[in-house]
């Protein structure tokens, strides 16, 4: 049996706090430690514009960032300076969410969730696998 994660709480800003990179992990990448957070916002735009593929394996939008971050087993380069934090099973499609840092707000902020196929993954470089 599976337990439903925690509903996320978010603050004044907005923002919720629903993982870390780890110091072992961002050193291996050459990246900052920092913890992982998503603005309401861009889980609204997750819920409005994913929400059919997330349904179709039986997710909805909170459970599905928060299943990602909370089990990601590789790290690949994003669009511009953002990291795709990705379970990877060997199937033909993975789960992905996109994280973009930002020096000033000090964190790493999911913009975006989806399920992607392994070949959109070809061009992406490989920060870290566990």
Not at 41 to 51: A, F, T, V
Not at 73 to 85: A, E, H
Not at 121 to 129: C, E, F, I, Q
């Amino acid at each position: 049996m599976t337990t439903q994660p925690k509903k996320l709480k978010f603050n004044a800003e907005g923002y919720a706090t629903i993982g870390r990179l780890s110091m072992t992990i961002a050193k291996a990448m050459r990246r900052k430690s920092a913890s992982i957070r998503m603005h309401r916002n861009y889980l609204k735009h997750i819920e409005i514009n994913h929400k059919v593929e997330l349904s179709s394996i039986g997710f909805d939008a909170e459970t599905f960032v928060t299943l990602v971050v909370k089990n990601f087993n590789q790290i690949r380069v994003g669009s511009g300076n953002s990291l795709l934090l990705i379970i990877y099973n060997g199937k033909p499609k993975v789960t992905a969410i996109e994280l973009a840092y930002s020096p000033k707000s000090t964190f790493y902020e999911v913009k975006t969730a989806t399920i992607m196929s392994k070949e959109r993954l070809k061009n992406k470089a490989v920060l870290w696998v566990k």
